[in-house]
C-alpha cells in the first residue's frame, strides 16, 4: 500500500469539496441558488436513469466523465451557459484549473482524469457526445424547475446546446418535452392586458414585424389593425408583455353571417416579434383574447389559417359556414354555446385597408 499515493488522492478531494461551494445561475425549487456539485451529482443521475434507452454506452466511463466534465470550476468557479460567448478562452482556462486541482494525485490517476476531462471538452466519444447532451439538457430541466428572480431569462433555454441534442432521438424526444416546460415558463412570465394608447405605434412595428417574411400575407396586417382601431371595431386587443415592453399582440372584430346570426367575430391578426416566435406566446394571447369575447358575451369565433394549429384551441371547420374563395378546411369556427350558425362570413371593410 502507498501511504503517500494515498495521502494525495485525499488532499486531491479536500480541494475538490471546493465544489459544493461554486455557485451556478440557477436555482433549486425551493429558491436556493444551485451549486456546480448539485449539478453533477444529477447529471449522472440522469444518465443512471436512461441507460436503458442508450445500450451502446460503457456506463462507467460516462459517469466518469459527469463527475469530471466540471471539475476544474473547483478553482475558478463557474461562468454561465449565458455568458460564455464573452469568455472565449474558458476551456483552456479550466483546463489550467483543473491541473493546478490534480497537482496532488499520482501520474496515471491524473492522466485519467485529464483524458476523460478532454475527451468530454471535444466531444470525442459516444459517451462524450452523450453527456454534452445530458449536460444541457439537466441545465435547461433546472432552469424550468428552479424558483429563479423575475427576470431569470428563460427564452434561452429553447436555443441551448441544440448542437448536442439534436444527435439523438432520444435527446430529441427530451428536449422537445423540456421545451414545451420553458414555453410555459415564458408565458407565466409575461403579462396580457388591454391594449393602451400609448401602445399604438408599437402594435403597428410589431404587426408589419411579424408578417414581413410570411408567405401568404397581403402585409397589409398593421393597416387592418389601424383600420379596425379608427372604424371601433376592435372589440378585443391584447397584448403580451415582458419586462415593460410588447412583445405580442392580438386583435378580434365582429363579423356579419348570411344567415343573421349575431355575436360572432373573427380572430386576427395575431402578431409576435419574430425574435419571440415560437415561445408560445401567440397561444397565450389566443387563449386569453378568446376568454375575453366569451366574457363580453359573444357567441363564438372564426378563424382563416392552418387547421393544424388552431385545431389545437377548439377551432374546426363547419361544412355550413363559409368564407367566399377559401378553402374550407382553412376557414374554422369555434362556438361558446355549442351552436354553429350556417351562411357566408364577411370580415368588417376594415380588411380591405392598405394604408
Not at 433555454?157 to 410555459?184: C, S, W
Not at 419586462?243 to 355575436?263: E, F, K, L, R, Y
Not at 367566399?324 to 378546411?329: D, F, K, Q, R, T
Request: hydrophobic content about 40%; glycine content about 8%.
Amino acid at each position: 500500500m502507498d501511504i503517500e499515493k494515498i495521502k494525495g488522492r485525499l488532499d486531491f478531494l479536500r480541494e475538490a469539496e471546493k465544489l459544493k461551494d461554486v455557485l451556478r445561475s440557477a436555482h433549486t425549487s425551493s429558491g436556493r441558488t444551485e451549486s456546480t456539485a448539485d449539478h453533477s451529482w444529477r447529471l449522472c443521475l440522469m444518465a443512471i436513469v436512461f441507460e436503458d434507452q442508450l445500450p451502446r454506452l460503457d456506463m462507467l466511463k460516462t459517469l466518469k466523465l459527469c463527475v469530471i466534465h466540471d471539475l476544474g470550476e473547483a478553482i475558478n468557479g463557474d461562468i454561465p451557459a449565458v455568458s460564455k460567448a464573452s469568455f472565449p478562452d474558458k476551456s483552456e482556462e479550466e483546463r489550467k484549473d483543473l491541473l493546478l486541482l490534480t497537482k496532488a494525485l499520482d501520474e496515471t490517476l491524473k492522466a485519467e482524469i485529464l483524458a476523460l476531462w478532454d475527451d468530454y471538452e471535444n466531444a470525442l466519444s459516444l459517451e462524450a457526445k452523450t453527456v454534452k447532451a445530458l449536460d444541457k439538457l439537466e441545465t435547461i430541466l433546472q432552469h424550468n424547475q428552479g424558483k429563479n428572480p423575475p427576470a431569470f431569462d428563460y427564452e434561452f433555454n429553447l436555443g441551448y446546446g441544440k448542437k448536442y441534442t439534436d444527435a439523438d432521438p432520444l435527446f430529441a424526444v427530451l428536449r422537445n418535452i423540456i421545451d414545451q416546460d420553458t414555453k410555459e415558463k415564458i408565458s407565466m412570465n409575461m403579462t396580457i392586458r388591454n391594449e393602451q394608447a400609448q401602445d399604438i405605434d408599437t402594435v403597428a412595428r410589431l404587426t408589419e414585424a411579424a408578417f414581413a417574411n410570411e408567405e401568404h400575407s397581403s402585409h397589409t396586417e398593421q393597416f387592418i389593425v389601424n383600420a379596425l382601431r379608427r372604424s371601433d371595431r376592435l372589440t378585443v386587443s391584447l397584448v403580451a408583455v415582458e419586462n415593460d415592453a410588447i412583445i405580442g399582440h392580438v386583435a378580434i372584430s365582429p363579423v356579419t353571417v348570411s344567415s343573421g346570426a349575431t355575436g360572432w367575430y373573427g380572430l386576427g391578426p395575431i402578431s409576435v416579434w419574430p425574435d419571440h416566435q415560437g415561445q408560445g406566446i401567440g397561444s397565450a394571447l389566443m387563449k386569453a383574447a378568446l376568454a375575453q369575447l366569451q366574457r363580453l358575451g359573444g357567441a363564438g369565433c372564426v378563424v382563416l389559417g392552418d387547421p393544424g394549429y388552431y385545431g389545437r384551441f377548439g377551432f374546426k371547420a363547419n361544412p355550413g359556414l363559409e368564407l367566399s374563395g377559401v378553402p374550407p378546411e382553412y376557414f374554422q369556427s369555434l362556438s361558446f354555446s355549442g351552436e354553429l350558425p350556417t351562411g357566408v362570413v364577411n370580415y368588417c371593410e376594415a380588411f380591405e385597408a392598405t394604408e
